[in-house]
Protein backbone atom coordinates (compact mmCIF):
# COMPACT_ATOMS: atom_id res chain seq x y z
CA UNK A 1 0.00 0.00 0.00
CA UNK A 2 1.23 3.46 -0.81
CA UNK A 3 1.78 6.23 1.47
CA UNK A 4 -1.67 7.87 0.96
CA UNK A 5 -5.07 6.25 -0.39
CA UNK A 6 -8.75 7.21 -1.81
CA UNK A 7 -11.69 5.27 -2.56
CA UNK A 8 -14.34 7.45 -4.54
CA UNK A 9 -17.16 4.87 -4.72
CA UNK A 10 -20.42 4.93 -2.56
CA UNK A 11 -21.43 2.00 -0.99
CA UNK A 12 -23.81 1.16 -3.34
CA UNK A 13 -21.40 1.33 -6.60
CA UNK A 14 -19.15 -0.99 -4.43
CA UNK A 15 -21.67 -3.84 -3.67
CA UNK A 16 -23.00 -3.58 -6.98
CA UNK A 17 -19.11 -3.26 -8.91
CA UNK A 18 -18.07 -6.61 -6.48
CA UNK A 19 -21.62 -8.41 -6.05
CA UNK A 20 -21.21 -8.41 -2.36
CA UNK A 21 -23.07 -7.39 0.69
CA UNK A 22 -21.92 -4.80 2.63
CA UNK A 23 -22.79 -5.78 6.26
CA UNK A 24 -20.98 -3.45 8.71
CA UNK A 25 -21.01 0.05 9.28
CA UNK A 26 -17.25 0.79 9.26
CA UNK A 27 -16.54 3.80 7.12
CA UNK A 28 -15.45 3.81 3.06
CA UNK A 29 -13.77 7.22 3.06
CA UNK A 30 -16.02 8.24 0.05
CA UNK A 31 -13.15 11.05 -1.51
CA UNK A 32 -11.18 11.64 1.38
CA UNK A 33 -7.56 10.69 0.96
CA UNK A 34 -6.24 8.67 3.77
CA UNK A 35 -2.44 8.16 5.65
CA UNK A 36 -1.16 4.44 5.38
CA UNK A 37 0.89 5.38 8.27
CA UNK A 38 -2.56 5.51 10.46
CA UNK A 39 -2.92 1.89 9.83
CA UNK A 40 -6.84 2.81 9.10
CA UNK A 41 -9.45 -0.15 9.02
CA UNK A 42 -9.99 0.14 5.20
CA UNK A 43 -12.72 -1.38 2.96
CA UNK A 44 -11.69 -5.11 2.04
CA UNK A 45 -13.17 -8.51 0.72
CA UNK A 46 -11.12 -11.11 2.50
CA UNK A 47 -10.29 -14.97 1.42
CA UNK A 48 -12.45 -15.80 4.43
CA UNK A 49 -14.96 -14.11 3.23
CA UNK A 50 -15.71 -13.30 -0.53
CA UNK A 51 -18.84 -12.36 -0.55
CA UNK A 52 -19.03 -9.75 1.64
CA UNK A 53 -17.11 -6.47 2.29
CA UNK A 54 -15.70 -5.73 6.25
CA UNK A 55 -13.85 -2.33 7.69
CA UNK A 56 -13.48 -4.66 10.36
CA UNK A 57 -9.49 -5.37 10.03
CA UNK A 58 -6.92 -3.18 10.61
CA UNK A 59 -4.72 -2.40 7.93
CA UNK A 60 -0.66 -2.92 8.53
CA UNK A 61 2.08 -6.24 8.53
CA UNK A 62 1.37 -7.73 11.97
CA UNK A 63 3.01 -11.60 12.20
CA UNK A 64 2.09 -13.97 14.64
CA UNK A 65 5.28 -14.28 16.66
CA UNK A 66 5.74 -10.14 16.96
CA UNK A 67 3.39 -10.09 20.53
CA UNK A 68 3.28 -7.42 22.88
CA UNK A 69 5.70 -5.60 20.56
CA UNK A 70 3.46 -5.30 17.87
CA UNK A 71 3.09 -1.56 17.07
CA UNK A 72 6.38 -1.05 17.65
CA UNK A 73 7.40 -3.36 15.36
CA UNK A 74 5.03 -2.40 12.43
CA UNK A 75 6.50 1.29 12.92
CA UNK A 76 7.45 2.35 9.36
CA UNK A 77 6.63 -1.01 7.70
CA UNK A 78 3.39 -0.54 5.24
CA UNK A 79 4.50 -2.74 1.92
CA UNK A 80 5.77 -6.12 1.39
CA UNK A 81 8.92 -6.31 -1.53
CA UNK A 82 8.16 -9.72 -3.65
CA UNK A 83 11.97 -10.09 -3.95
CA UNK A 84 11.86 -10.40 0.35
CA UNK A 85 8.49 -12.64 0.70
CA UNK A 86 10.55 -16.10 0.90
CA UNK A 87 13.47 -14.63 2.96
CA UNK A 88 12.10 -12.90 5.78
CA UNK A 89 10.37 -14.29 8.56
CA UNK A 90 8.05 -11.53 8.94
CA UNK A 91 6.33 -12.55 5.55
CA UNK A 92 5.94 -15.84 6.35
CA UNK A 93 2.36 -17.23 5.45
CA UNK A 94 1.88 -13.91 3.74
CA UNK A 95 1.14 -14.93 0.51
CA UNK A 96 -1.87 -17.47 1.65
CA UNK A 97 -3.22 -14.33 3.84
CA UNK A 98 -4.56 -11.92 1.24
CA UNK A 99 -7.18 -9.96 0.65
CA UNK A 100 -8.96 -7.31 -1.89
CA UNK A 101 -8.31 -3.54 -0.59
CA UNK A 102 -10.93 -1.60 -2.01
CA UNK A 103 -9.52 1.76 -3.41
CA UNK A 104 -9.90 3.84 -6.17
CA UNK A 105 -6.59 5.16 -5.95
CA UNK A 106 -2.83 5.23 -4.17
CA UNK A 107 -0.49 7.74 -3.99
CA UNK A 108 2.85 8.53 -3.15
Do not use: H
Request: net charge positive; hydrophobic share 35%; glycine share 8%.
Amino acid sequence: MCYYVDQKGSRRDVKIRFNIAINDTGKLYNGVFVKGFDYPNLPIISNDNPKELTTNLNWGLMPSWAGIGLLEFRKGKLNARIEELNEKPSYRNIIENRCLIIISGYYE
